[in-house]
């Protein structure tokens, strides 16, 4: 089959998209998934670089990619309530070497859930790691409400850009950073004020926030609780708590590790079926162009979803 690998760590040179790799089966508890579409996210070009070997070394050959949407060709002894034929969107095992860069990947069927109904392929595989880390930070985490303020970093990237809609959705008033040349597209998704954060500095414009959703870090994280009132709530996808800051400004941190379960694949799956929230796909490569893909979302010039067509 067609799949998308490296066989050493490094720079988008080493990902190559190959014709011969071997199918692969599905495992007990597992299914096996016909791939049509698989989404580019940050992790996988930190995965080629091997910026996770410290703690899941991969064994090469390894396909990339975790996010996909495609159609169940086999199931694994054990599982129940999926069938061979179901059209599925979910999240593969980005450092089991078995990724979604390719015609076909092995899922955990506990990281499956049937796609939403309104969507092709292509933007329903735009989905899991980005929106589900959304559903998780500002449904279960946050419990954002109705009035409440959230400030949400990085709004014109993949999570930031389902995070305006999920915020709106929910009645909150919504700022959000971005560069300015994104700010008509945050705009267009619901966002009450923009600030640019290449010539703007929030933490002096903004108080008494409810929420900040980080997704950005550093020196962002670190101003993110000047801005909360206390009682507030700064969820980070990608920084450890501060304990000092945390108690000195009365708030509580959060590191959050998404985890793309059916449950929240399914709570997301109705949010787009009735129109709350629609992916935003920047642009779509080939398998061919694997590379490509990845290089363009590192390079950061993406405003919401860079999706792979597989088939
Ligand atoms: N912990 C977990 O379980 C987990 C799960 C999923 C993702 N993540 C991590 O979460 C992060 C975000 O993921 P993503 O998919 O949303 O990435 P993304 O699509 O690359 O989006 C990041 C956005 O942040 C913007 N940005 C960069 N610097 C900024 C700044 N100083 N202030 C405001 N915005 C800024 C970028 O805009 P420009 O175009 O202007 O650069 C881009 O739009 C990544 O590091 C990812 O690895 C963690």
Redesign the pocket.
């Given at each position: 089959m067609k799949a998308a690998q490296i066989t050493e760590y490094g720079d988008k040179s080493v990902l190559k998209t190959v014709v011969d790799a071997p199918k692969p089966k599905a495992a007990a508890g597992q299914v096996l998934v016909a791939v049509h579409a698989a989404a580019v996210?940050?992790?996988d070009w930190?995965v080629r670089e091997g910026q996770a070997q410290a703690y899941v070394p991969l064994k090469f050959p390894a396909t990339l990619g975790s996010d996909f949407a495609g159609v169940i060709e086999e199931l694994g002894e054990g599982v129940n309530g999926l069938s061979v034929g179901m059209e599925v969107y979910g999240q593969a095992n980005a450092l089991g070497g078995e990724g979604s860069f390719a015609e076909f990947v092995p899922v955990k069927a506990e990281s499956v859930a049937p796609k939403p109904k309104k969507l092709d392929f292509v933007t329903a595989a735009a989905l899991p790691?980005?929106g589900v880390?959304t559903y998780q930070a500002l449904v279960e985490e946050a419990n954002l409400q109705a009035g409440q303020k959230v400030l949400i970093?990085?709004?014109?990237?993949?999570?930031?850009s389902y995070a305006i809609q999920l915020a709106k959705h929910l009645k909150a008033y919504v700022a959000t950073?971005?560069?300015a040349d994104?700010a008509d597209f945050v705009k267009n998704l619901g966002a009450d004020e923009v600030i640019d954060?290449?010539s703007q500095d929030f933490s002096t414009l903004l108080q008494d926030y409810d929420v900040v959703y980080d997704?950005?870090?550093?020196?962002?994280y670190t101003k993110s609780y000047q801005v909360l009132k206390p009682g507030g709530i700064l969820i980070s996808?990608?920084e450890q708590p501060n304990e000092e800051l945390a108690a000195q400004h009365q708030v509580t941190a959060i590191?959050?590790?998404?985890r793309t379960t059916t449950e929240r694949l399914t709570k997301l799956a109705e949010l787009v079926d009735q129109g709350a929230i629609k992916p935003q796909i920047d642009k779509v490569f080939p398998l061919e162009e694997a590379s490509q893909a990845l290089a363009y979302?590192q390079e950061?010039?993406?405003?919401g979803?860079v999706v792979i067509k597989v088939n």
């Open positions: 996210n940050p992790f930190k790691l980005a880390s970093h990085g709004g014109a990237g993949g999570i930031g950073t971005a560069a994104d954060y290449t997704t950005v870090g550093g020196d962002t996808m990608t590191a959050q590790q998404t979302i950061g010039k993406h405003r979803k």
